[in-house]
């Protein structure tokens, strides 16, 4: 998900298109953030 969603993946594809998966990006990330803390990694 995080490389599909990759803004510099996009980049060609318009600035809307930017902000949009931007967005998605962070939520993955956010996401990866939170499965790391619950299941202990670093």
């Known amino acids: 998900m995080a ?3 990759h ?3 996009v980049a060609a594809l318009g600035e809307e298109v930017q902000k949009a998966a931007k967005e998605k990006f962070q939520h993955v990330q956010n996401a990866y953030e939170n499965i790391k803390k619950q299941r202990g990694f670093s």
């Open 3 to 5: 490389v599909k969603f």
């Open 7 to 9: 803004p510099d993946k």
